[in-house]
């Protein structure tokens, strides 16, 4: 849910999480990726894929790729297409930031 500054709540990754993140630094056309749970405006819980891609035909690979390899369930709700993962002072993904990330009609909209 949004906390009272405004910004989403972000999960960091579970260990499923952490294997779809593998999953898609495996594929060619990924230079970066983070997987994480987050609240979304309406209060629901959503799986949040941020790529930076290589790629701009990305999309449509990926998404086939990820069906072939993963159950519904653990696949992302949403992807992120970023320049780059954002980071904090100790070099982890910042969390606070990609919390800022708006989802818009199922999609989401890069903020950076």
């Known amino acids: 849910m949004p906390s009272e500054t405004g910004r989403d709540t972000c999960f960091p990754p579970s260990a499923a999480h952490s294997d779809l993140a593998l999953a898609l630094l495996e594929h ?3 230079h970066e990726a983070v997987v994480l749970k987050r609240h979304d405006v309406q209060g629901r819980v959503r799986t949040i894929a ?15 790729d990820l069906r072939n390899r993963f159950p519904a369930q653990l696949l992302p709700d949403a992807y992120v297409f970023l320049s780059a993962i954002p980071v904090n002072d100790r070099g982890e993904v910042d969390l606070d930031r990609i919390g800022q990330i708006e989802v818009i009609e199922g999609g989401l909209q890069d903020r950076w």
């Open 28 to 30: 060619p056309a990924i």
């Open 50 to 64: 941020c790529v930076v891609p290589a790629d701009a035909n990305l999309m449509e690979t990926l998404s086939a």
